[in-house]
T-cell receptor
């Protein structure tokens, strides 16, 4: 049982490049979410999904897209990376609404130069 | 947007001491959660609170959901070196979205 798996763990991008951060969970969780963590800012919600085919915006969605074609996967796309998107990104999942983000991935450290 | 004020920002304590940290908000929350994050890792859920006044323990950790629904605290008793890390509170107001505090950095001196 792998839990929540994020790839890659580290990534350096040039401004304007695009990439996809991968997130997969093998616990059949309905709810998945993406956060970014910046020094002194705590964790801020980017996008979330309450089930396959359903996504919604969080607190800081600009510059990011998501999709949820399967229960297991919830990729985060940066269409045109900017230095302001340098951060550590965490994917999280939980079984159902109201349970809290029970499981976080290990994070992806992204640097945009 | 909603804000959680988490304090203290950092703590330096001796092994064996008890620790207390708290989160307050101007808004009412229906759920309070406490997480711990080790360096290079994702946050790990420690305690979840779902009812006002609820007091829940997890080993040496105890957390309470404030009666006013606007605050929560976390206590760690008899601290040990592996308690070192960043502790986050998080609150939910009934939808899926969590609001996180900025964290308390705990250092334990052996």
């Amino acid at each position: 049982n792998a839990g929540v798996t994020q790839t890659p763990k580290f990534q350096v991008l040039k401004t304007g490049q695009s990439m996809t951060l991968q997130c997969a969970q093998d616990m059949n969780h309905e709810y998945m979410s993406w956060y970014r963590q910046d020094p002194g800012m705590g964790l801020r919600l980017i996008h979330y999904s309450v089930g396959a085919g359903i996504t919604d915006q969080g607190e800081v969605p600009n510059g990011y897209n998501v999709s949820r074609s399967t229960t297991e996967d919830f990729p985060l796309r940066l269409l045109s990376a900017a230095p302001s998107q340098t951060s550590v990104y965490f994917c999280a999942s939980s079984y159902r609404q109201g349970q809290g983000e029970a499981f976080f991935g290990q994070g992806t450290r992204l640097t945009v130069v | 947007g909603q804000q959680l004020n988490q304090s203290p920002q950092s703590m330096f304590i001796q092994e064996g001491e008890d620790v207390s940290m708290n989160c307050t908000s101007s808004s009412i929350f229906n759920t309070w959660l406490w997480y711990k994050q080790d360096p290079g890792e994702g946050p790990v859920l420690l305690i979840a609170l779902y009812k006002a006044g609820e007091l829940t323990s997890n080993g040496r950790l105890t957390a309470q959901f404030g009666i006013t629904r606007k605050d929560s605290f976390l206590n760690i008793s008899a601290s040990i070196p592996s308690d070192v890390g960043i502790y986050f509170c998080a609150g939910r107001r009934g939808n899926y979205k969590l609001t996180f505090g900025k964290g308390t950095l705990l250092t334990v001196n052996p």
